[in-house]
């Protein structure tokens, strides 16, 4: 039997405990579409939102199943903390840094990591995503 190579990630899913403010942050602040709203499979009573590009291309999607008292992110051992989102370049860095000074979005300043630039921010329940060129 031939090995399993993954080449890609189709989507990275998340939590949140607050359905209305995911949906403003990732839609206002960020300016992703939701491509998509459905229900959580195991949970038809709990919304899953997907994120992404305008087509929902393999690897574009960010998704978040809607858990309603869960606790706010506790980065750790055997969790995911942080994902990361693309940007075109250092000026493109430069822009989202000041969008979120604007915005007040907690974000970290620029710096460099594994020799790109990298700036990193929290949304409203504290998940860490990096948007890096």
Do not use: C
């Amino acid at each position: 039997m031939k090995p399993l190579t993954l080449t890609s990630l189709h989507h990275v899913s998340a939590l949140t405990a607050q359905a209305a403010n995911n949906l403003d942050f990732y839609r206002q602040a960020l300016g992703l579409r939701l491509v998509k709203k459905t229900v959580n499979q195991d949970d038809t009573s709990s919304y899953h939102l997907f994120y992404g590009d305008e087509r929902g291309n393999p690897g574009t999607e960010v998704t978040f199943f809607d858990i309603p008292f869960a606790a706010p992110t506790r980065p750790g051992v055997g969790s995911i903390s942080r994902i990361a989102l693309r940007v075109t370049g250092s000026e493109s860095l430069a822009w989202w840094q000041e969008r979120f000074e604007t915005l007040g979005i907690e974000h970290d300043p620029l710096t460099t990591e594994d020799g790109r630039a990298v700036l990193a921010f929290r949304d409203l329940e504290g998940n860490s995503i990096l948007r890096r060129p």
